[in-house]
């Protein structure tokens, strides 16, 4: 597979001169243009971790990540982040909030005209054409996430990186949400990393799921291929085979393979 993001022997030790924590040991993976990457894993494997070394914030203590064979070491436009808990700026309307990002990004090299179209397109895209003159406030959780995506995607990042995007969403505006990044996904091919909890979730997103050991010290225990067609649909994969053996695998590696610690206590 030809790498435009490699992810080279990562490990990162917290706190290295008093108390070394040694949070993530020899993290390899490369991830093609185009492709859907899910990360899954309990809580405190180092998902965000892994994520935040990729965005650039921060660094790891050993080897490197390379976006087209050039050193990331530190935060750009080129890798988008789109956080769980939407990020947006409550004094400008939604429609400034992504206007901001794409004059930040395309302010020299594109036209008002063109940054103003862009912009719509960007809101048109995650179905928000319909509030661009809102505030963070006066819209729901649902949509402001869909916004922190329309601003992200507005920036047409190499990479795009979501951490949890959907965590805080109850179950039916999630699934909203996710199908409209089924959508986007099938047309555009972003190169995206995510990390999720939910595993459904990273089966009808992903083109490959991570699975993380345990932490302390975790790494990549599995990688699984999602081989199924796109575009997906939600309703048609319930009853798929192939959709049940992908979910089945991560769940066997999530809760037979890798228990969390607390499992037998609960
Ligand atoms: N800045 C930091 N300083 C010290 N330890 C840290 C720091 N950031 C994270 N850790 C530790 O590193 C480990 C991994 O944390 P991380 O937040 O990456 O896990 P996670 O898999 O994203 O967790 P969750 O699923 O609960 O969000 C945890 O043990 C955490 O306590």
């Known amino acids: 597979m030809s790498a435009y993001l490699s992810i ?11 108390s070394p924590t040694p949070a993530l040991v020899g993290v390899d993976l490369k991830i093609a243009k185009g492709e859907f990457v899910s990360i899954i894993g309990h809580s405190g494997c180092g998902k965000s971790t892994l994520l935040n070394i990729v965005a650039g ?6 080897g490197g990540v390379f ?4 050193l990331v070491d530190a935060p750009g436009p080129d890798r988008a982040v789109v956080f769980q808990n939407h990020s947006l700026l409550p004094w400008l309307t939604v429609y400034d909030n992504v206007r901001l990002a794409v004059n930040k990004v395309f302010g020299k ?3 008002e005209a ?6 719509l ?24 996430q869909r916004v922190g995506i329309a601003r992200a995607l507005a920036m047409e990042p190499k990479v ?16 909203r949400l996710q199908d409209a990044l089924m959508g986007i996904q099938t047309t555009l091919r972003n190169t995206v990393i995510m990390i999720t909890h939910d595993v459904d979730e990273a089966v009808l997103l992903s083109d490959r799921i991570v699975m993380m050991t345990n932490g ?48 037998d206590a609960a």
Not at 57 to 62: G, H, S
Not at 67 to 70: A, M, P, S
Not at 114 to 119: K, L, Q
Request: aromatic share 6%; glycine share 8%; proline share 6%.
């Open 121 to 144: 397109h960007n809101l048109n895209l995650v179905g928000m054409s319909h509030a661009i003159a809102k505030y963070p406030s006066e819209v729901s959780g649902g949509m402001k």
């Open 8 to 18: 080279e022997g990562v490990g990162i030790t917290f706190n290295p001169r008093k």
């Open 57 to 62: 914030l921060l660094k790891p203590t050993l």
């Open 216 to 263: 302390p010290a975790a790494t990549i225990g599995e990688v699984l291929d999602i081989p199924l067609d796109r575009a997906r649909k939600r309703l048609d994969l319930a009853d798929d085979t192939t959709y049940a053996h992908c979910r089945g695998e991560v769940l066997r590696f999530l809760y037979a393979r890798h228990r969390p610690a607390d499992a």
């Open 160 to 175: 795009l990186l979501m951490d949890e995007p959907f965590g805080a969403l109850d179950a039916l505006n999630r699934a």
């Open 114 to 119: 063109e940054r103003h179209e862009w912009t």
């Open 67 to 70: 976006l087209e064979r050039q």
């Open 109 to 111: 090299t594109r036209g």
